[in-house]
C-alpha cells in the first residue's frame, strides 16, 4: 500500500531538524510509531524499512538528528554534540508534531538515546522498542573486540596499523573496517538503496560520529567512551521489547544485559541477521514489532 509522506523541519537550537511522516493518521485505537536512528550521526534512511508499519494504521515519523542528514549541519561544532541535546531534541520533536502518546523505537544508538529518553520520565510512551543497543559502551568495546578477533589476521594487522599511526581516514582502514560490518552490521549484499544513503552520508559527514564515537564500531576514542547506564535499566517503566542478530555487534550478551536489566522486557534473537534485523529479515520483524506494539495501542 502507498502511503502518503509528509516532510518538514522544526527549529531547534538555531538551526532546524527535519522530519519525515509516513501514513496521514490513525485508525481508531491506534498509535503513531517513533524512530530514532543511529549513528550517533547517521541519518534516518536506514530504518525506512519501518515505513511497513504505516500499513498497520498508524503513522512512523522519522527525523534526522541536529548534524546529521537533512537537518542543520553546523560548522564544526563537535561541543554541541551530547546525549543532553538529543534527549531534548526528542521532546521538541514530540511537541511539534503533537506525539503526546506514541510507541518509540530505537535503533542502535538510537536505541541509547531511547534509553536516556526514558530515564527523564516521559508522558504518553506506550511502549518503547530497543533494536541491537547496549547499556554500555564499555561492554559494546569488549564485545566488538571479541568480534574483531574472529576477523583475518591480515584484516586485524590493518586494523592495528592504522590505529597506531592515527591513520584510520585511510582507505586501507576503511577496506579493513567494511570486513567486520559486513559480517556485523549488515550482511544483505548488495546493501539496499535506503541504507547505502545513510552510508554515504556517514562517509562524507563524520563530526558527530567521530566526536561521540570514533574512527569505528570498534576503536571507541569518544565522548561516548564511559557511556554505561547499566545501573539505570530498572528506571524505565514503559513495556519494552529488545531485538537483536544472531551475528550482531550488539552481540547476545548485549541484548541479554538490557533484557535482564529493564523488568519484564521481552527479547526476541533473529537468527538470520547482524546489527540490521528490520532490513535483513524483514517480514518477520515488522510482523513481530506489529503484534509487539499493536498490545499497547489505546
Known amino acids: 500500500m502507498t502511503q502518503p509522506i509528509t516532510t518538514g523541519t522544526i ?6 531538524t527535519w522530519y519525515r511522516i509516513v501514513g496521514a493518521g490513525e485508525e481508531p485505537g491506534k498509535l503513531p510509531l517513533l524512530v530514532l536512528h543511529g549513528g550517533p550521526g547517521a541519518t534516518h534512511d536506514y530504518l525506512e524499512a519501518f515505513d511497513a508499519m504505516a500499513d498497520t494504521g498508524r503513522r512512523v515519523i522519522y ?5 546529521c542528514g537533512m537537518s542543520g549541519i553546523p560548522d564544526s561544532r563537535p561541543d554541541l554534540w551530547t546525549v543532553d541535546l538529543y534527549v531534548e531534541e526528542i521532546d521538541v520533536v514530540r511537541r511539534a508534531l503533537g506525539l503526546e502518546h506514541i510507541h518509540l523505537l530505537g ?3 538510537g ?35 571479541r568480534l574483531r578477533d574472529e ?22 582502514y576503511k577496506a579493513a573496517v567494511e570486513v567486520f560490518n559486513q559480517r556485523h552490521v549488515n550482511r544483505l549484499n548488495p546493501l539496499p538503496e535506503y541504507v547505502m544513503r545513510s552510508h554515504d552520508f556517514l562517509e562524507k559527514n563524520g563530526e558527530v560520529y567521530n566526536t561521540m564515537n570514533g574512527p569505528s564500531e570498534f576503536h571507541v576514542i569518544g565522548t561516548l567512551k564511559t557511556w554505561d547506564v547499566r545501573h539505570r535499566l530498572s528506571e524505565i517503566n514503559a513495556p519494552t521489547l529488545i531485538t537483536s542478530g544472531r551475528y550482531d555487534e550488539a552481540t547476545p550478551l548485549i541484548a541479554e544485559t538490557v533484557h535482564k536489566g529493564i523488568r ?8 538470520n541477521s547482524s546489527h540490521s534485523s528490520h532490513a535483513e529479515e524483514l517480514t518477520r520483524y515488522m510482523q513481530i514489532l506489529g503484534e509487539f506494539i499493536a498490545q499497547y495501542d489505546t
Open 264 to 271: 519484564g522486557s521481552q527479547w526476541v534473537l533473529f537468527e
Open 151 to 172: 576477523l583475518p589476521s591480515d584484516v586485524q594487522a590493518t586494523l592495528l596499523a592504522h590505529e597506531a599511526a592515527g591513520t584510520t581516514t585511510s582507505p586501507e
Open 107 to 109: 535503533q542502535s544508538w
Open 11 to 16: 527549529p531547534f537550537k538555531g538551526y532546524q
Open 111 to 145: 536505541g541509547m538515546l531511547a534509553m536516556e529518553y526514558m530515564f527523564t520520565q516521559p508522558k504518553g510512551i506506550a511502549s518503547l522498542t530497543i533494536a541491537s543497543s547496549p547499556a554500555s559502551m564499555i561492554q559494546w568495546v569488549a564485545e566488538a573486540n
Open 63 to 67: 527525523y534526522d538528528q541536529l548534524g
